[in-house]
């Protein structure tokens, strides 16, 4: 691995432990994980650069480090957690969360991203990670109960297939909101009740589903 590819995503996590992440799995998941890898070549002089989102086609994004980092806190994953992300894109936030649960089932709308984000995974030695071409804004129903759910599309409203899906003490973390803008929306879920608080402000791509947008409204 290139020597300043492993410096620069050191200093990227010194940024997020400056920036109010705590969570000492989730800092050494962001430690171990390339990210240079999970974007495209003529990108991955951006992946440590700068705090941003990078295009990696089909009109999607990978996440900024920063979102990455905070949602997977929110989300409070621990070592036996068995996770639903939805929407898989690069792989990125997929491994970042492999390296801390138990296992991650992984939904994503888009074939081609879905193969990509297989082959990266595999390539770096992910063996807990499952995924599904589906729509992911049904959840994955076979594979829950789920004690965290992490969305990194931006909805409408929260998808309520995912709260149903939540283990008793479970936490959705989910980008609410218009179009443009969001915020980062946690969901625990106690018993038959749910409590939402917010966490930050966002800017993700559409949630294209059944329970999220409809295609036509991109």
Excluded at 53 to 77: C, K, L, W
Excluded at 83 to 89: D, K, N, Q
Excluded at 173 to 196: A, F, K, M, N, S
């Amino acid at each position: 691995m290139p020597r300043g590819f492993e410096y620069q995503r050191q200093r990227m996590v010194e940024a997020l432990r400056s920036s109010g992440i705590t969570d000492t799995a989730v800092l050494e998941a962001m430690a171990a994980v390339p990210r240079h890898l999970f974007v495209p070549a003529q990108w991955r002089h951006q992946a440590y650069a700068e705090d941003i989102s990078i295009n990696i086609g089909q009109g999607q994004t990978i996440s900024q480090p920063r979102v990455v980092a905070a949602m997977t806190q929110a989300a409070a994953v621990g070592p036996e957690s068995r996770v639903l992300e939805v929407g898989t894109g690069s792989g990125y936030q997929a491994a970042i969360l492999a390296a801390i649960a138990r296992f991650v089932f992984s939904v994503e709308r888009i074939p081609e991203l879905a193969r990509e984000a297989k082959k990266r995974l595999d390539a770096f030695g992910v063996s807990n990670v499952s995924i599904k071409v589906m729509d992911g804004t049904l959840g994955w129903r076979a594979q829950a109960p789920y004690d965290a759910i992490v969305v990194t599309a931006g909805a409408p409203e929260v998808p309520a297939p995912l709260v149903e899906q939540l283990a008793d003490g479970g936490r959705l973390v989910v980008p609410v909101g218009p179009l443009d803008h969001q915020v980062l929306t946690i969901v625990e879920r106690r018993g038959r009740r749910t409590r939402r608080r917010v966490l930050q402000e966002a800017c993700f791509v559409p949630l294209i589903g059944r329970s999220g947008w409809k295609e036509e409204r991109r």
